[in-house]
């Protein structure tokens, strides 16, 4: 089996893999590369709870080959925040009770990061769209769009 | 039944990044029908995961920078194959005239798949609900297909063959989309119904229209979803055309798409459901591209 060694810069420091050509980017990110905060729901493109921050914009890392993603920029959810220094953005979410199970919180915070970098004051129908990728089968959606709105308010400070 | 695991890609293959349409086209020739082309991956992984296909070699075409651009120039609107959706998006936006063709990008699938999917996998993969497909349609838009012996440039209304066929061959390329230049007094729309928001169409709508005063000059439309192939509307259009255009006229028009078309049932809709909604849809999407084209630019 022919193997490849790529370089991907994730959150911020360059990490080496080896992979095969059919390894998905979520596979490698959670399975080679220890980020396990990105999480393998659907894996085709429905839900978006492995999405990503690929070169600026969030992208499905379980539709993107790990090859596709050779020499560029990933930023997961702990590169937008950890537990210790946690995004304006998450700590909203936590105090809006916007997780449950938390199974779409990765995804839906990497979507409202890849917004406020393009818009610092969205709309509620801006944050709508911004996470019609994002599917939560727990909270109905309310509290997360004020969770964002939140988030926003307090990135600005 | 079977069931397959959408989480992995079952089969290895061969992967090609080519710099440049010289070097894919080399590719293409030399692997041909075991190679497939791979853009955003929207379409295809997506198949490749369900086991629809499984070719042994991908040729990638993102690292092409000469198949990604957009470009007005000399009666044409150029846009790269390899063009993402969020680009078209962007374009659309500022431009402001080719309305029917922002419409379908804005509500072509969420975000994440803008950001990676692309004009050309749209058309290539062919799917009888390609949002993309009315909408260029309308505008009468043709599309270039390139292979080491040589392009060729095809209407876009010859390029679709059956579900997820094409007139391409193996060792083709889609380079270009090309859509004739918009001028004043025409006006165009686009809508799609949807189970839910962000979803693939049930049935979808483009018209461009030509008025002058309350006599429709042109009518050009087309529909998806409603046939093996995104379809033009050849004859209920002929209603309008020439014509002083009043709501009765409308609702004939409505009627006669309704017997035009040829859907099917199928996991998203009935055909019954299909050709009611189709009267319905057609006269929406017209009256927005006839009042728009009465609209000062
Ligand atoms: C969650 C989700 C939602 C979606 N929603 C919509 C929707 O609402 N409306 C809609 O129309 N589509 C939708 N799609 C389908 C898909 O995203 C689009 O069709 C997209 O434009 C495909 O582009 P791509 O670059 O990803 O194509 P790919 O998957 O890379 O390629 C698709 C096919 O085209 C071929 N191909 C690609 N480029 C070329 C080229 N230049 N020359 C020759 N062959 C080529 C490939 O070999 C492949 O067979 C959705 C997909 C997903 C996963
Ligand atoms: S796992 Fe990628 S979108 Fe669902
Ligand atoms: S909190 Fe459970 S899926 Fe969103």
């Known amino acids: 089996m022919k193997t490849y060694l790529i370089e991907i810069k994730l959150n911020g420091e360059w990490q080496k893999a080896e992979v095969t050509a059919k390894e998905t980017l979520l596979e490698v990110l959670r399975n080679k590369l220890g980020a396990t905060e990105v999480k393998n729901g659907c894996g085709k493109g429905d839900c978006g709870s492995c999405a990503v921050i690929f070169n600026g914009k969030a992208v499905n890392s379980c539709l993107t080959l790990a090859l596709q993603a050779n020499g560029k920029e990933v930023t997961t959810l702990k590169g937008i925040g950890t537990e210790d220094r946690p995004h304006p953005l998450q700590k909203s979410f936590v ?8 199974f779409c919180t990765a995804g839906m915070i990497v979507s409202a990061k890849a917004l406020l970098d393009r818009n610092s004051k969205p709309s509620r129908d801006v944050i709508r769209e911004a996470i019609s990728g994002n599917l939560c089968r727990c909270t109905g959606y309310k509290k997360i769009i004020n969770a964002i709105q939140g988030g926003a308010l307090e990135s600005k400070l | 039944m079977i069931t397959v695991n959408t989480r992995i890609l079952k089969a290895e293959f061969e992967y090609f990044t080519p710099n440049t349409i010289q070097e894919a086209l080399h590719l293409l020739d030399q692997y041909g029908s075991d190679a497939n082309v791979i853009a955003g991956g929207t379409d295809l992984l997506v198949q490749m995961k369900n086991e629809v296909i499984s070719p042994s070699h991908l040729i990638n075409i993102m690292k092409i920078s000469e198949m990604s651009f957009i470009k007005a120039e000399e ?11 969020h680009e078209v998006v962007e374009f659309c936006a500022k431009d402001r005239k080719y309305t029917a063709l922002y419409e379908a990008s804005c509500s072509l699938g969420k975000v994440q798949v803008r950001n990676m999917g692309t004009i050309g996998g749209n058309l290539c993969t062919a799917s009888p609900a390609a949002d993309s497909a009315p909408a260029l349609l309308v505008f009468n838009s043709q599309v270039k297909l390139t292979s080491a012996q040589g392009e060729r440039i095809i209407n876009l209304e010859d390029f679709f063959k059956g579900v997820n066929l094409t007139g391409m061959a193996p060792n083709e390329l889609m380079t270009e989309i090309q859509i ?3 001028h004043n007094g025409m006006g165009s729309a686009f809508m799609k119904i949807t189970r839910v928001g962000a979803d693939i169409s049930k049935i979808s709508c483009a018209v461009a229209l030509e008025r002058q005063g309350d006599i429709c000059a042109s009518c050009k439309i087309a529909m998806g979803a409603v046939a093996s192939v995104p379809m033009r509307i050849d004859q209920a259009n002929r209603i309008v055309i020439g014509k002083k255009v009043d709501a009765s006229l409308v609702e004939e028009m409505g009627k006669k798409v309704s017997e035009e078309i040829n859907p099917i049932t199928d996991i998203r809709s009935t055909a019954e459901y299909r ?8 006269k929406d999407v017209f009256w927005k591209a006839w009042h728009r084209a009465g609209e000062d630019r």
């Open chain 2, 75 to 85: 009666g044409w609107l150029r846009i790269g194959a390899a063009t993402k959706w």
């Open chain 2, 180 to 182: 004739p230049s918009i």
């Open chain 1, 95 to 102: 105090q809006h009770g916007a997780i449950q199970c938390g």
């Open chain 2, 275 to 282: 050709r009611k909604t189709a009267a319905i849809l057609l």
